[in-house]
């Protein structure tokens, strides 16, 4: 099982970046690779969260590779969670938990935590050598969506 944990001060709240976490159905305008989203109509959780069932399709056009990732989504507004869990295809496993922690002054930390395994070997050797890398791209990714969706705040230039 591979492991990734990436994390990032913002100048946005922690609800700003929970907002634009949950918002997946925007995925594709602006997730790297990201070029279609669904989202099932929510399920209140008896402890206040909400559960979805989201699929994405991810294309690596430049390989000619193209999955479709179906997961369960568990996102708690309260504590400015996300999860996503799947055992599908293309995952023997993956867990992914987005949190979000104010900070003060205007400013929250951004941080994600990966553990997946493929089912494809050939997949997982192409994927496992950039995944650090494209972690660092999503948050990336999360902070240029920031920006444009709330603009700059003051002190900071665009």
């Excluded at 279609?36 to 989201?54: F, I, K, T, W």
């Excluded at 293309?90 to 951004?110: C, L, M, N, V, Y």
């Excluded at 935590?113 to 995944?131: C, G, N, P, Q, T």
Aim: aromatic residues 12%; negative net charge.
């Amino acid at each position: 099982m591979k492991e990734f944990s990436e994390s990032r001060v913002m100048p946005y709240t922690a609800k700003q970046l929970y907002d634009l976490a949950i918002d997946i159905e925007r995925y594709p305008e602006f997730v790297p690779l990201c070029k279609r989203a669904s989202l099932s109509d929510p399920v209140p959780l008896p402890s206040g969260a909400m559960e979805y069932q989201s699929v994405l399709v991810f294309r690596y056009r430049k390989f000619g590779i193209s999955e479709e990732f179906e997961s369960t989504v568990t996102a708690d507004p309260a504590h400015k969670t996300i999860i996503s869990v799947s055992d599908g295809p293309p995952f023997t496993s993956f867990h992914a938990k987005w949190s979000f922690i104010d900070q003060g002054r205007g400013k929250a930390e951004a941080r994600i935590d990966v553990a997946y395994e493929f089912r494809s070997k050939a997949l997982a050797l192409f994927i496992d050598r950039a995944a650090g890398v494209a972690i660092q791209k999503l948050i990336s990714a999360w902070q240029d969506r920031a920006l444009e969706i709330y603009g700059a705040p003051d002190g900071v230039a665009a």
